[in-house]
């Protein structure tokens, strides 16, 4: 795993050195991820997590809570208005050089989410977010689409930091528009070249991945609950959907590299209510997450 530790005065002056961005690029190009470190304020973790933690009772007691495959995995929108607005978040300019790097002019993010594990033993299937833009592709296209992962706390196998299988960003078997779920004949074909693992990674830290490459949920072993903001950066022709954001908050998205597919609104925004469940029935789940635990 690629970690590139980002100095406080690059942080500062909102510069990223050309030889860090020139290692950040390789490395997704490579392996399809890379961990910047250092590039989020305490204070924006800090604020975010307490919050999180706060709103995570009410994402659960939805009647049609927002699991993802299993009641371990819950995927909860962070609130979208202040306090709870940070550009070390949503406009992080290390994060943006990268992506703007890799994706070209006019990346743009349109999902603003986040995802938290629970106490369980439950684990997601092995599944990229969606996949190569054709079928019959020889190798795979440039990146279209970049995730941005937040932690609000230190990831770590043991809290159920994501399995991650490095340069399956590259592999052509999973197709957008079909199941995204990678079948056991992929898997096993693909550990001949390198194995899966859980990587520790620090509050503070971005982990930005191809949005192709494989990865699972894993089991949240703690009292702790293990939290985690999400965007997506995607290539400035990529059809987009928008966020809701409060009106009067359009001076926070100005003047950045990165376009916010933004709709500012009047009124209250529902964000508890945002998110879905992704494959997960509840008539077939007979226990909660604390008789999981």
Same mark, same amino acid.
């Given at each position: !795993?690629?970690?590139?530790? =980002?100095?406080?005065? @690059?942080?500062?002056?909102?510069?990223m050195?050309? *030889?860090?961005l020139? +290692?950040?690029? @390789?490395? =997704?190009?490579?392996?399809?991820?890379v961990?910047?470190?250092?590039?989020?304020s305490?204070q924006?973790?800090?604020?975010?997590?307490?919050?999180?933690?706060?709103d995570?009772?009410?994402?659960?007691?939805?009647?049609?809570?927002?699991?993802?495959?299993?009641?371990?995995?819950?995927?909860q929108?962070? $609130?979208?208005? /202040?306090?709870?607005l940070? /550009?070390?978040?949503?406009?992080?300019? !290390?994060?943006?050089?990268?992506?703007?790097?890799?994706?070209?002019?006019?990346?743009k993010n349109d999902?603003?989410?986040?995802n938290?594990?629970?106490?369980?033993?439950?684990?997601? /299937?092995?599944?990229? +977010?969606t996949g190569?833009?054709?079928?019959?592709?020889?190798?795979g296209?440039?990146?279209?689409?970049l995730?941005?992962?937040v932690?609000?706390?230190?990831f770590? $196998?043991?809290?159920?930091?994501? *399995?991650?299988?490095?340069?399956?960003?590259?592999?052509?078997?999973v197709?957008?528009?079909?199941?995204?779920?990678?079948?056991?004949?992929?898997? *096993?074909?693909?550990? *001949?070249?390198?194995? $899966?693992?859980?990587p520790?990674?620090?509050?503070?830290?971005?982990?930005?991945? +191809?949005?192709?490459?494989?990865h699972?949920?894993?089991?949240?072993?703690?009292?702790t609950?293990?939290t !985690?903001?999400? !965007?997506?950066h995607?290539?400035?022709?990529?059809k987009?959907?928008?966020?809701k954001?409060?009106k009067?908050? @359009?001076?926070?998205?100005?003047?950045?590299?990165?376009?916010?597919?933004?709709?500012f609104?009047?009124?209250? =925004?529902?964000?508890?209510h945002?998110?879905g469940?992704?494959?997960y029935?509840?008539?077939?789940?007979?226990k909660?997450?604390?008789?999981?635990?």
């Amino acid at each position: !795993m690629q970690t590139i530790e =980002i100095s406080a005065e @690059e942080v500062s002056k909102g510069v990223m050195s050309s *030889e860090n961005l020139a +290692d950040a690029v @390789e490395a =997704i190009e490579s392996d399809g991820f890379v961990v910047l470190g250092g590039v989020v304020s305490s204070q924006s973790i800090n604020t975010l997590r307490d919050k999180m933690r706060e709103d995570l009772a009410r994402f659960i007691a939805r009647d049609d809570a927002p699991f993802n495959f299993n009641q371990g995995n819950i995927q909860q929108d962070p $609130p979208p208005f /202040p306090p709870y607005l940070f /550009p070390d978040v949503l406009l992080n300019k !290390m994060v943006i050089a990268v992506t703007h790097t890799v994706l070209g002019q006019g990346v743009k993010n349109d999902f603003y989410s986040g995802n938290t594990a629970i106490k369980s033993e439950q684990r997601q /299937p092995v599944h990229a +977010d969606t996949g190569q833009l054709f079928a019959n592709l020889v190798e795979g296209t440039p990146p279209y689409g970049l995730v941005v992962n937040v932690p609000l706390v230190d990831f770590s $196998p043991e809290n159920g930091s994501t *399995e991650i299988w490095t340069g399956t960003h590259k592999d052509t078997s999973v197709v957008i528009g079909q199941d995204i779920k990678v079948t056991p004949e992929m898997l *096993e074909r693909w550990r *001949e070249k390198s194995q $899966p693992f859980q990587p520790t990674i620090k509050a503070g830290s971005v982990l930005i991945r +191809d949005i192709r490459l494989w990865h699972a949920g894993m089991p949240n072993r703690t009292d702790t609950p293990r939290t !985690m903001i999400a !965007m997506i950066h995607y290539i400035g022709w990529w059809k987009t959907g928008t966020l809701k954001f409060p009106k009067g908050t @359009e001076a926070f998205f100005a003047d950045s590299d990165l376009y916010t597919c933004a709709q500012f609104v009047e009124g209250d =925004i529902d964000y508890v209510h945002a998110p879905g469940a992704y494959e997960y029935v509840k008539e077939a789940a007979s226990k909660t997450p604390a008789e999981k635990s």
